[in-house]
């Protein structure tokens, strides 16, 4: 069984950096058709960085340009490098599989919030 756990968050200005990591328990764990979300108050989860069965990275338009997602299998370990942040980058982030290919239990997230 895959647990989650979601760290790297934190306050940061606007135009600043985070690095997220999802490190993963278990044996049978890969980075591939790993994604990351985000929660926003008020709003739905939303999708917005994925590595494809592939290999291959997909992003939201809203942070395409900005955001990096990467992984380690050796580490079982999956990265969300974030780039010039805005306030309305701020929500909880988690790490999950994509859609349709995988799914584990949610962690409890990392609360990532853009303010001046």
């Known amino acids: 069984q895959v647990q989650l756990v979601e760290s790297g968050g934190g306050l940061v200005q606007p135009g600043g950096s985070l690095r997220l990591s999802c490190a993963a328990s278990g044996r049978t764990f890969s980075i591939y058709a790993m994604g990351w979300y985000r929660q926003a108050p008020g709003k739905e989860r939303e999708l917005v960085a994925a590595?494809?069965?592939?290999?291959?990275?997909n992003y939201a338009d809203s942070v395409k340009g900005r955001f990096t997602i990467s992984g380690d299998n050796a580490k079982n370990t999956v990265y969300l490098q974030m780039n010039s942040l805005k306030p309305e980058d701020t929500a909880v982030y988690y790490c999950n599989g994509i859609p349709g290919r995988r799914s584990y239990a949610w962690g409890q997230g990392t609360q990532v919030t853009v303010s001046s």
């Open positions: 590595i494809t069965s592939t290999g291959s990275t």
